[in-house]
């Protein structure tokens, strides 16, 4: 066989520790004894142990499983390592906050530990629909988290909006990957790419695939015009789960955009060139303009969070020998500064959330 379970084995264990926090803290709760510290501890032991796994990678030779559709390289390694990172910062973030908003600590738990379990599948898969499964399993577990809130309205729309238009996104993602196939009979990630698109048997199809599985990535980094979603959805969403959706979300879109591109960033078709520029120009022009009038501080946080996408576009776009590198190191300085921002968000408790200036 030409698969092995070390790829996927972090994974496993976050999904076996996210079972595991269910069935053995649910019969506690059903007994009217609350909930106790053992569902934390064993997600802080899933991310752990999750952690020493990937370790196991780093600066081995690069691995393909299951048909390939999964790679665990130099790539997959930085970027697990970030998204596990990424997990036990939520996780301690989100912690105190549960406890003192009285929210149940349980379901968190589980489905942060489902969303980092899809982080760590996206960046390793290598064609389309392993891609899309695993992002599908992110995104099913933010639009719970997106409306953990029940009680405040602002949570239910936040949870309602993004789950509309992040099925709108996928949708646009499915048809791209079928005109994609259609026109080159691969679903190669790589090969979804606008240098790709020559050895297509219809470069007119393969030309249509490629957009709309750009438009889809655009939905998911918040890139302009795609972005309107984005303050509406981290304003009414909690903190911790506003903090995941603007790093983990972010950091997995990008890592997807690395491997659709190649690790060295090929550089895109002529053609393209001009509409990524724009799209990176008005990423970062109007994050930055909306930003500044803003009065609410989650609000503000959100269009930030847009321009970044726009900063990392450039990399992208410039496709120099050291744009991947520059990119990876701004993704995990954005990351740093996010969480920390988020934190003190939520530190300050409801008049931090609800802060507005003036």
């Given at each position: 066989?030409?698969?092995?379970?070390?790829?996927?084995?972090?994974?496993?264990?976050?999904?076996?520790?996210?079972?595991?926090?269910?069935?053995?803290?649910?019969?506690?709760?059903?007994?009217?004894?609350?909930?106790?510290?053992l569902?934390?501890?064993?997600?802080?032991?899933?991310?752990?142990?999750?952690?020493?796994?990937?370790?196991?990678?780093w600066?081995?030779?690069?691995?393909?499983g299951?048909?390939?559709?999964?790679?665990q390289?130099?790539?997959?390694?930085?970027?697990?390592?970030?998204?596990?990172?990424?997990?036990?910062?939520?996780?301690?973030?989100?912690?105190?906050?549960?406890?003192?908003?009285?929210?149940?600590?349980?379901?968190?738990?589980?489905?942060?530990?489902?969303?980092?379990?899809?982080?760590l599948?996206?960046?390793?898969?290598?064609?389309?629909?392993?891609f899309?499964?695993?992002?599908?399993?992110l995104s099913?577990?933010?639009?719970?988290?997106?409306g953990?809130q029940?009680?405040?309205?602002r949570?239910?729309?936040?949870?309602?909006?993004y789950f509309?238009?992040?099925?709108?996104?996928?949708?646009?993602?499915?048809?791209?990957?079928?005109?994609?196939?259609?026109?080159t009979?691969?679903l190669?990630?790589?090969?979804a790419a606008?240098?790709g698109?020559g050895?297509?048997?219809?470069?007119?199809l393969?030309?249509?695939?490629?957009?709309?599985?750009?438009?889809?990535?655009?939905?998911?980094?918040?890139?302009?015009?795609?972005?309107?979603?984005?303050?509406d959805?981290?304003?009414?969403?909690?903190?911790?789960?506003?903090?995941?959706?603007?790093?983990g979300?972010?950091?997995?879109?990008?890592g997807?955009?690395?491997?659709?591109?190649?690790?060295?960033?090929?550089?895109?078709?002529?053609?393209?060139v001009?509409?990524?520029?724009?799209?990176?120009?008005?990423?970062?022009s109007?994050?930055?303009?909306?930003?500044?009038?803003?009065?609410n501080?989650?609000?503000?946080?959100?269009?930030?969070?847009?321009?970044?996408?726009?900063?990392?576009l450039?990399?992208v776009?410039?496709?120099?020998?050291?744009?991947?590198?520059?990119?990876?190191?701004?993704?995990?300085?954005?990351?740093?500064?996010?969480?920390?921002?988020?934190?003190?968000?939520?530190?300050?408790?409801?008049?931090?959330?609800?802060?507005?200036?003036?």
């Amino acid at each position: 066989m030409d698969w092995t379970l070390s790829l996927v084995a972090p994974a496993i264990v976050l999904v076996i520790a996210a079972m595991l926090v269910l069935l053995v803290e649910l019969p506690r709760r059903r007994a009217g004894r609350g909930e106790g510290w053992l569902g934390e501890a064993i997600s802080g032991l899933g991310f752990l142990v999750a952690t020493g796994l990937v370790l196991r990678h780093w600066g081995a030779p690069t691995q393909v499983g299951f048909g390939g559709r999964l790679v665990q390289d130099a790539l997959a390694t930085y970027f697990d390592l970030l998204f596990l990172g990424i997990g036990v910062a939520i996780l301690l973030m989100a912690l105190p906050y549960l406890r003192r908003e009285a929210l149940p600590r349980l379901e968190f738990l589980a489905l942060l530990l489902f969303a980092v379990t899809g982080m760590l599948l996206m960046i390793g898969a290598t064609e389309l629909i392993t891609f899309f499964l695993a992002l599908e399993l992110l995104s099913m577990a933010l639009y719970v988290l997106a409306g953990y809130q029940r009680g405040h309205a602002r949570s239910v729309e936040a949870a309602i909006k993004y789950f509309l238009l992040g099925a709108f996104a996928s949708a646009l993602l499915l048809m791209g990957m079928a005109l994609h196939w259609g026109a080159t009979g691969s679903l190669a990630l790589h090969a979804a790419a606008p240098v790709g698109a020559g050895g297509a048997h219809s470069p007119l199809l393969a030309s249509a695939g490629f957009w709309l599985i750009l438009v889809g990535f655009a939905f998911k980094v918040s890139a302009v015009p795609f972005h309107f979603w984005t303050a509406d959805v981290y304003e009414g969403s909690p903190a911790p789960v506003a903090a995941l959706m603007a790093t983990g979300t972010k950091a997995a879109a990008f890592g997807a955009l690395l491997r659709l591109l190649g690790p060295g960033l090929a550089p895109p078709a002529a053609e393209w060139v001009p509409v990524l520029w724009w799209l990176a120009v008005l990423t970062m022009s109007v994050g930055n303009l909306m930003a500044i009038v803003q009065s609410n501080l989650k609000r503000m946080l959100a269009f930030s969070s847009v321009a970044h996408a726009g900063y990392l576009l450039v990399a992208v776009v410039t496709a120099t020998p050291g744009a991947a590198s520059a990119l990876l190191f701004y993704l995990v300085a954005y990351t740093l500064m996010n969480l920390g921002a988020f934190a003190i968000v939520g530190l300050v408790g409801r008049k931090g959330e609800e802060y507005q200036s003036g």
